[in-house]
T-cell receptor
Framework: KAGVTQTPRYLIKTRGQQVTLSCSPISGHRSVSWYQQTPGQGLQFLFEYFSETQRNKGNFPGRFSGRQFSNSRSEMNVSTLELGDSALYLC????????????FGPGTRLTVT | AQTVTQSQPEMSVQEAETVTLSCTYDTSESDYYLFWYKQPPSRQMILVIRQEAYKQQNATENRFSVNFQKAAKSFSLKISDSQLGDAAMYFCAYRSPLAQGGSEKLVFGKGTKLTVNP
């Protein structure tokens, strides 16, 4: 079974631009979560989607948004990029509920210049 | 809000020896899940071990075991017979059960960087 895939793996953007990151979950997984990882703040939860609905949202500004499609693939969008948005963005999928683990993708490394 | 604290930013261990990584958490919930994740230098995060709070028995996965002390809100990870491949960042994480309005949201500690010396 294929793992969680994220595209692109690396991205360089300029301040003020917007960016869209993509995540394809493991087949059959309906929950997709996004995390931002930085050296200073560590791993922070952005949002979770389940069956195309946002089920939970972290403490991030409205510039960060996401969506999930009917095939469970998810995208996150960051508008008006700031230098502080430079981070590793991790996507995780799970069967949802119970003690099921989240399977993480390799991440997208976003650099904002 | 739940918080997770890992008080050891870095740890080192000799190959074949045992090391324990500490984790404490704060919550008002009585039921929840706890996890240890490993993130090697390649960056792919993988699950090491999981524990359900209602289970008193400590979880074990091969060389990895936990010491879960619910009253003390402590969840330490013990790695026995350490191997070079165990070198990584280790993250302790907390999740609320869905039945209590939770989601798949994981609350992570800051991590402990484990070095394994040959």
């Amino acid at each position: 079974k294929a793992g969680v895939t994220q595209t692109p793996r690396y991205l360089i953007k300029t301040r003020g631009q917007q960016v869209t990151l993509s995540c394809s979950p493991i087949s059959g997984h309906r929950s997709v979560s996004w995390y931002q990882q930085t050296p200073g703040q560590g791993l922070q939860f952005l949002f979770e989607y389940f069956s195309e609905t946002q089920r939970n949202k972290g403490n991030f500004p409205g510039r960060f948004s996401g969506r999930q499609f009917s095939n469970s693939r998810s995208e996150m969008n960051v508008s008006t990029l700031e230098l502080g948005d430079s981070a590793l963005y991790l996507c995780a999928s799970s069967l949802a509920g119970g003690i099921y683990e989240q399977y993480f993708g390799p991440g997208t490394r976003l650099t904002v210049t | 809000a739940q918080t997770v604290t890992q008080s050891q930013p870095e740890m080192s261990v000799q190959e074949a020896e045992t090391v324990t990584l500490s984790c404490t958490y704060d919550t008002s919930e009585s039921d929840y899940y706890l996890f240890w994740y490993k993130q090697p230098p390649s960056r792919q995060m993988i699950l090491v071990i999981r524990q359900e709070a209602y289970k008193q028995q400590n979880a074990t996965e091969n060389r990895f075991s936990v010491n879960f002390q619910k009253a003390a809100k402590s969840f330490s990870l013990k790695i026995s017979d350490s191997q070079l491949g165990d070198a990584a960042m280790y993250f302790c994480a907390y999740r609320s059960p869905l039945a209590q309005g939770g989601s798949e949201k994981l609350v992570f500690g800051k991590g402990t960087k484990l070095t394994v010396n040959p």
